[in-house]
């Protein structure tokens, strides 16, 4: 079975950096589109960035805007979310995610592969 297993999470300061990173098979690394989703105590989960297949197009949430870059390994098939600046508001559960449909993560709905999360804590 197919999956996706994501590892970096962790406790940080207000300020400070952190890295996720999400490693996927060779055969869904190579042909889907890669994102990465949070999900906050009590909110509904949210997408943060995707990258396209081939790395050319990205896509970040505001919120994620100028603060957090994500890319693509192809030697580890591997996609990380670099985050600095981080807020107490970027607390949240982090999600790696996958899908053929590079669209498909605008509303999140029928994500073909999801992680099973990190954890990702801000404090003030």
């Known amino acids: 079975q197919e999956r996706l297993v994501e590892s970096g999470g962790g406790l940080v300061q207000a300020g400070g950096s952190l890295k996720v990173s999400c490693v996927a098979s060779e055969r869904i690394f190579s042909t889907y589109a890669m994102g990465w989703f949070r999900q906050a105590p009590g909110k509904e989960r949210e997408l943060v960035a995707v990258?396209?297949?081939?790395?050319?197009?990205?896509f970040y949430a505001e919120s994620a805007k100028d603060r957090f870059t994500i890319s693509r390994d192809n030697a580890n098939n591997a996609v990380y979310l670099q985050m600095n600046s981080l807020k107490p508001e970027d607390t949240a559960v982090y999600f790696c995610?996958?899908?053929?449909?590079?669209?498909?993560?605008?509303?999140?709905?029928?994500?073909?592969?999801w992680g099973q999360g990190t954890q990702v804590t801000v404090s003030s």
């Open positions: 990258i396209s297949r081939s790395s050319i197009a990205a």
């Open positions: 995610a996958a899908d053929p449909r590079y669209d498909a993560f605008m509303t999140g709905r029928s994500i073909e592969y």
